[in-house]
C-alpha cells in the first residue's frame, strides 16, 4: 500500500482557475494541492483547438509528473476544448486507469439537470468553449428538456484581468453580450469561464431577479468532494497536509498582483517548464 503521498492538481490556462481553487480549498482545506497556470500562453480563449489539447496534454504530463493523481481542470477552455479527448484516449493509453481529471462542465450542468423549473439555459463563454458545443452536447445528455442558447463573450476576461471589472465600457460589453440571451427568455444563466465570478454583481444588475445566475466555483468544490467520498480509492491516495505550490510557466511577475485579485492573496509560484512528447 502506498499511502497518502498524492496530491491534487489545479491546472488552468492562467490564473483566473484561482477563483475555481478559492472554493475548492475552502470546501476541502485539508489537501495538498499543485496549481499550475498557463500564463505564458493564456488566454486559451482565442486558440484553436488543436493547441488546446497540445498545451493540456503538457499540463497533465507536468502535475502527474510532480505527484499528482487526480487533476481538475479548472478552465472551461481546456475542459470543453482537450478534457474529452483526453479522458478518453491520452489518459488511459499514457497513465493506465487510475489517475483521474476531472472539468468544470459536468459539475455545472449537473446542477441545471437538478432544476426542474429550468428550461432555458443561457451560457457565456470564451469563444473556444461556445464553438466547440460542449455545453449543449453535456447537457442534452443530461437533460434534453432544457434548451441552451449560447453568447461568446472574448472580451471581459482580458478586462477583468486588466482591473476594469467596474467600468463603464465593461458593463456595456456585458450588456451587447447578454442581450441576444435575454431576448429567448433564459431562466437562468450560467458563468462559464472562470473570469466571470469577478463580474457577478455588473451581471446580475442587468439580467435582473427572475433570472438565475450559476457560479461555477462552489458546484465545481461540492462535485470535488461528493466524488471523493464515492471514491475511497483515491481519497485513501491524497495527503493530508494543508499545503498549495504554485507554479506558472512565464516569469511569474503578474502573479503576484493578479492572485490577490483571483484568490484574495498575493502568492509567489514557482516556474514550470512544459514539455510535450509524443
Ligand atoms: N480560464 C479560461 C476559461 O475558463 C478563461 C481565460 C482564457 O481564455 O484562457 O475559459
Redesign the pocket.
Known sequence: MAGRTKAIGIF???L??LTVFKDIQKQLPGYRYIYLGDTAR?????RSKAQVLKFAKQAVDFLFAHDCELIIF????ASAEALRTIQRSYLPKKYGKRKRILGVIVPALEEVASSPGLTRLGVI??E??VASGAYPRELKKMAPRVRVFQSAAPLL?PAVEAGEANSLLTKKLIKGYLAPLLKKNIDALLLG???YGHLEKQIRAIVGRKVRVILQGPLVARKLHEYLIRHPEMETMLERRPETVFYTTDRGSGFARLSALFFGKAVVAKRALLEYKK
Open positions: 488552468d490556462s492562467g483566473g482557475g493564456a488566454p486559451y480563449g482565442d479548472a478552465c472551461n477552455t463563454a470564451t473556444g468553449t476576461a469561464c472562470t473570469h
